[in-house]
């Protein structure tokens, strides 16, 4: 295809030019681009001296800028089932979808590879579409729909659908933070991963093979395994899981396909994000440096962690449903590991790596023990509001739950409550009022269930409903354990 260079003023000898915006028409298998206007023709401030330079090749396009100090303004629209636009801008810019249907038959359909932050804005009252067909130029850093060299801004008020179909293809990758505020985002991946490296107890550092000695270092039970009251995979609606905290059936996937992946942060303040994953190993949001969210919905299902981090995990506001079917729906592994938290000096990390403040979290993991809810790599969770209420096969007594001194909003452990698929939760008070109702989309047939409420109050009694299941409790301390009889 051949390949040509575009002007705002003239085509000069240097092949650069002079312009404040670029429009990229995209139609079938070639693309216009309109430089120094947006659509309907009004100038968006002075020419100014910033070169820019746009290669087109097909549907492919290439906008390149050197001026740190200018940012750049792009808007796309049109369709094409074999287009791309590669950024490369020393500052930063600005990327508006406006009714896009874009394809990538080979690299990411937006390949951002600035050098400072990219904001892609989704025009409000619009539906846009990003899809990847294939990953197998992961050398340029093409396995995602949306790959971003530096920070990642995603706002506006229109919707946009990234699909994942291609083989080691992410939804959205980036090296640094990504913050989401305004667009509804739907993310899907459905291909398969490029390879996969099983490990075992080998895998982890400071052992070859063994089982470690804890020596007690666990709270709750003395060098020996807790009894998890069985609370295993039997009679649940899926039972591929691994062993006991990750060992011997779990395995170390090659470009995973996972939903949204950071080496930063993850940042939702507002908007919908759905987030979908179907392959073995693929998380639906990861980062690796947090999560926090400050508002919105979020809906995650994922095949393995919906929302996983090597720091920690805060929600402040947002409607979250995270649910996973092979795995822990809330996954929060600081420093990097799994027994890290004892560190040098053998002693538990106590800052809690999952923060709950405000709005909703649902935490459901299906697969059965030892997988859970909340996994907090053996920190305690804070919960100091919202309307929480996990689902999972659960670790016992184990740490991933609050403390009296963490739980600021009085909490339970309810031990061995059956979940029936699409059958609601009740909880009712003293009185018999109704407080809240949740209804889960599978079975398990002894749950270890963290809820909390703002309505519980130390000192008050509370009965749980399910079908086939009734128990009636006292709150004695901010956090109580509650068995099953």
């Not at 699409?422 to 989309?441: N, Q, S």
């Not at 809820?451 to 004695?476: C, L, M, N, Q």
Request: charge should be neutral.
């Amino acid at each position: 295809m051949k390949k040509y260079l575009l002007c705002g003023l003239l085509l000069l000898m240097s092949s650069m030019c002079r312009a404040d915006d670029v429009t990229i028409r995209f139609d079938g298998s070639t693309a216009k681009v309109s430089l120094g206007k947006l659509r309907g023709g009004s100038k968006i401030g002075k020419m100014n001296t910033d070169s820019v330079s746009v290669t087109v090749d097909g549907a492919s396009v290439t906008v390149e800028s050197r001026y740190a100090a200018h940012k750049l303004s792009l808007r796309l629209t049109g369709r094409s089932d074999d287009g791309q636009l590669v950024l490369k801008t020393a500052g930063k810019a600005v990327v508006t979808l406006d009714d896009l249907s874009l394809t990538s038959q080979e690299g990411s359909p937006l390949c951002l590879k600035n050098k400072k932050k990219v904001e892609v804005v989704v025009a409000k009252r619009t539906v846009n579409t990003l899809t990847i067909t294939a990953c197998n130029d992961t050398a340029n850093h093409k396995a995602a729909v949306i790959w971003a060299k530096d920070k990642l801004l995603l706002s506006g008020k229109g919707t946009l659908n990234i699909v994942a179909t291609g083989d080691g293809c992410r939804g959205i990758k980036t090296k640094k933070d990504v913050t989401i505020d305004g667009p509804t985002i739907n993310v899907t991946t459905t291909g398969d991963n490029l390879g996969e490296k099983p490990f075992g107890f080998g895998g982890f550092p400071g052992f070859d093979g063994e089982m470690p000695d804890f020596g007690g270092g666990f709270p709750g039970f003395d060098g020996e395994m807790p009894d998890f009251g069985g609370m295993g995979p039997e009679g649940n609606d899926s039972t591929d899981g691994g062993g006991f905290g990750g060992f011997g059936g779990k395995h170390k996937y090659v470009a995973a396909t996972k939903g949204i992946a950071s080496k930063g942060q993850i940042i939702i303040n507002n908007g919908r994000v759905t987030v979908r994953t179907s392959t073995a190993g693929a998380e639906g949001i990861e980062g690796k440096e947090g999560i926090v969210c400050n508002g919105g919905t979020i809906d995650v299902l994922a095949t393995d962690d919906a929302m996983n981090a090597n720091g920690t995990i805060a929600f402040n506001g947002a409607h979250v449903v995270a649910r996973s079917t092979s795995n822990d729906a809330i996954d929060a592994n600081p420093q990097n590991g799994f027994f890290m938290p004892f560190g040098g000096n053998g002693q538990q990390n106590i800052d809690p790596t999952i923060v709950i403040t405000g709005g909703m979290v649902y935490a459901w993991s299906q697969v059965g023990s030892p997988e859970e809810g909340f996994d907090s790599d053996f920190a305690p969770l804070a919960i100091e509001g919202s309307t929480v209420f996990s689902v999972g096969g659960g670790m016992g007594e184990m740490p991933s739950v609050p403390t009296n001194a963490t739980a600021k909003q009085p909490t339970v452990l309810l031990i061995g409550v059956g979940i029936a698929k699409d059958e609601p939760v009740y909880i009712h008070d003293d009185r018999g009022k109704l407080i809240a109702t949740v209804t889960i989309p599978f079975s398990l047939r002894r749950s270890a269930s963290i809820v909390s409420h703002p309505a519980f109050k130390v000192g008050s009694t509370y009965t749980v409903k399910t079908k086939g299941y009734e128990r009636t409790f006292t709150i004695d301390e901010p956090f109580t354990i509650v068995r099953r009889k």
